[in-house]
């Protein structure tokens, strides 16, 4: 009770200007908040002599609240994300950050001694409007779309500034546009321009303040799921995507299919020989002497098929990167997400003429008599990697197993522990363990 009373000061400080009306009881009454705790340790070991060892352990708070809206489900209305991310271990040789890098270290900033700094903390607001099936979101977002992806692997997850529309009027069809101008890196409490692979380099990069998108999601059936998005970053590339997603039942189990195609181009400054030689660069391979080096073109196609029975998950698949660049997205060296098949723990396979396989099993304990347990193992292998030296290739294995209490006084715990292990022609090699202690509270 008293915990939602201090969640409900905060929402009638923001209303206080307002004349009593019912639109102050459902802005109040419809809100609600949740406190996020994250204990989060990684450790990771290059392999090869690499000296550069990075282990560190923190706790992450993440307050989010969403407040109702002033006329019963429709009006105005504010959301805020909170973020706080306390050491609790950490030390100038496993920071993993060396001085001359303007980046974090692998969970926390950079002290200007290149030590990881005691804490970090953010506060992100966002404004809402709604009208009918149709809401605008302008401020703190976090999209989780195929042009787009915010990135939540460490102790506290990315964020965009930006502004999202998103309406579902017709029956069946999701429309959703956009426009991002900066990110909040998972270890920092700076906002950055946005910007690609090739040139998101800290101190000497290019970055844009211009992330446009728009796209559809369409459910022809019930089981099919089409979807279409365009996303155009200033002076660096514009990229479709269509996909489809289909569940099939079968006599025995059940069958998903998903589909996956991106075409990537360049335009602005990386269309230009002079704007490449300024630095707006993709990553990639040409071979020696192209005008057209650093120049985006790609495209990348992806085939996921997990077959499904009893607990049982099986899953293969397929993805080819083509082009001479590598598959672009929104990736300000801090730490992001692509949307592929293939971004995983460590690596993303995403490399020019990169060519991957993937096999992965799941199982459900629950259906043994222990629910809240599960496990995963991960294997990919990439090969075709284009490089001056010719073709190379690299794999991974993943293991993931989550387990949350279902009662008792844990009830709601949650307990992860994911391990992996990279060897890459292109790459360090890695091995990586991660413990992740999480709970939710609610308070509204």
Do not use: C
Request: charged share 20%.
């Amino acid at each position: 009770m008293y915990k939602r009373s201090i969640v409900s000061a905060m929402a009638v400080a923001v209303l206080a200007q307002w004349p009593a009306t019912s639109a102050q009881a459902a802005f109040v009454e419809d809100s609600k908040a949740t406190l996020g705790l994250r204990n989060f340790y990684i450790n990771a070991d290059p392999r090869e002599g690499v000296a550069n060892r990075q282990e560190e352990w923190g706790q992450g708070l993440i307050l989010n609240f969403a407040s109702g809206y002033t006329h019963d489900g429709q009006g105005i209305g504010i959301d805020a994300l909170g973020l706080l991310g306390v050491r609790l271990d950490s030390g100038k040789g496993r920071h993993g950050n060396p001085t001359s890098n303007a980046y974090g270290g692998v969970v926390f900033p950079t002290d200007g001694d290149g030590r990881a700094a005691s804490e970090f903390s953010s506060l992100g607001l966002t404004g809402k409007l709604k009208l009918s099936s149709t809401e605008l979101k302008v401020g703190t977002l976090q999209p989780r779309l195929p042009v787009v992806t915010f990135n939540d692997g460490r102790l506290l997850p990315q964020t965009f500034l930006g502004a999202q529309i998103t309406s579902t009027e017709l029956a069946g069809l999701t429309l959703i546009a956009g426009q991002l101008e900066r990110a909040k890196g998972r270890n920092s409490s700076d906002s950055r321009g946005l910007s690609i692979a090739g040139a998101n380099n800290a101190r000497s990069g290019r970055f844009s303040n211009e992330f446009r998108y728009a796209g559809l999601d369409y459910r022809f059936t019930e089981r099919l799921l089409g979807q279409y998005y365009y996303g155009r970053l200033d002076e660096f590339y514009a990229q479709h995507f269509v996909g489809l997603v289909h569940q099939q039942p079968l006599p025995t189990g059940s069958l998903k299919t998903d589909l996956r195609y991106f075409d990537s181009r360049a335009v602005g400054a990386n269309a230009s020989a002079e704007g490449r030689s300024s630095g707006y660069r993709s990553a990639g391979y040409w071979r020696a002497g192209d005008p057209e080096q650093g120049k985006v073109d790609n495209r990348t196609w992806s085939a996921l098929f997990t077959y499904s029975l009893q607990g049982h998950a099986i899953s293969l698949g397929h993805q080819r990167v083509e082009g001479p660049s590598a598959f672009p997205f929104l990736n300000q060296g801090d730490g992001a997400t692509a949307a592929l098949i293939t971004d995983r723990q460590l690596g993303k396979f995403l490399n020019a003429g990169q060519r991957t396989w993937l096999a992965e099993y799941g199982y459900d304990f629950g259906r043994i008599g222990v629910p809240g347990l599960k496990a995963v193992v991960t294997y990919l292998n990439g090969t075709g990697i284009d490089t001056s030296q010719g073709s190379r290739q690299e794999w991974e294995r993943d293991i993931r197993v989550d387990y949350q209490w279902q009662d008792g006084p844990l009830k709601g715990l949650g307990l992860s522990w994911r391990n992996a292990s990279l060897r890459s022609d292109v790459a360090t090699d890695l091995d990586e363990n991660r413990l992740i202690l999480s709970y939710s509270l609610p308070l509204l």
